[in-house]
């Protein structure tokens, strides 16, 4: 009887916590949604007005020959960026990564260095709250840090070395380095798997813009196979 209790009571917590990240997913996708369209109009407000209210429009075909430039040039990030970087995120953490930017260089690695320090797995529900919570942490402190850097963001510049400047490039690189180390120690074959897939890509004369999607499909493809290979022969 006991025994019975106890796991309708498990039942019970289980039923009780779907319920409340349900609920905290649909507010995460209206506040979402809300606040990206809004960052939308607001973004689009000015050149419309220096369009059709200032009479500046430059025309049609520049403004499409542009779109298409850029488009060529960084329009994999559309597709690839929201689909790698969920499972860290998760629904809540895309929202505000995505509103705010920045994602690979302070969004993602901090989602990623709070949930390592707290032990939890990407993708779980611990996961996502930990990622939301440091997201919003960062956020705050980014905002306060460039509120100083933009009144006095040419002063620091002009004081820092210019040996120290030429780093700057590499700064992104390895933040992604250190994801990778991060994630590798708790399956280093795929880090082994991750690292030889980016080699090979970038050796293999192919256009820069199809080399990030071809490394992530990759990748995961070939992990996927090896665990299932893996659940195959344990069930031999």
């Keep these: 009887m006991a025994m019975s209790e106890s796991v309708l009571v498990d039942k019970k917590i289980e039923l009780t916590g779907n319920y409340e990240m349900n609920t905290f997913h649909q507010k995460s996708h209206f506040w979402g949604r809300l606040t990206i369209w809004t960052v939308l109009a607001l973004t689009m407000a000015f050149p419309l007005y220096l369009s059709f209210v200032l009479g500046f429009h430059p025309g049609w075909s520049p403004i499409i020959a542009g779109y298409l430039t850029y488009a060529a040039m960084i329009g994999k990030a559309w597709i690839i960026e929201p689909i790698s970087y969920y499972p860290t995120l998760g629904i809540s953490g895309t929202y505000q990564a995505f509103l705010t930017g920045n994602i690979s260089n302070m969004c993602l690695p901090v989602a990623a260095a709070a949930q ?12 996502e709250i930990t990622a939301a919570l440091a997201i919003a942490a960062a956020s705050l402190t980014n905002m306060t840090i460039l509120f100083i850097i933009i009144f006095s963001g040419s002063y620091l510049l002009s004081v820092i070395p210019e040996s120290v400047q030429k780093v700057f490039p590499f700064i992104i690189p390895a933040i992604f380095g250190g994801i990778l180390a991060q994630f590798a120690i708790k399956k280093p074959i795929y880090g082994v798997i991750a690292l030889a897939v980016g080699l090979a890509i970038n050796l293999v004369p192919i256009p820069l813009f199809l080399k990030g999607l071809l490394c992530i499909i990759l990748t995961v493809a070939i992990c996927y196979y090896m665990e299932k290979f893996k659940l195959r022969k344990a069930g031999a």
């Design 116 to 127: 390592n320090y707290l032990g939890v797995q990407p993708g779980t529900k611990k996961g």
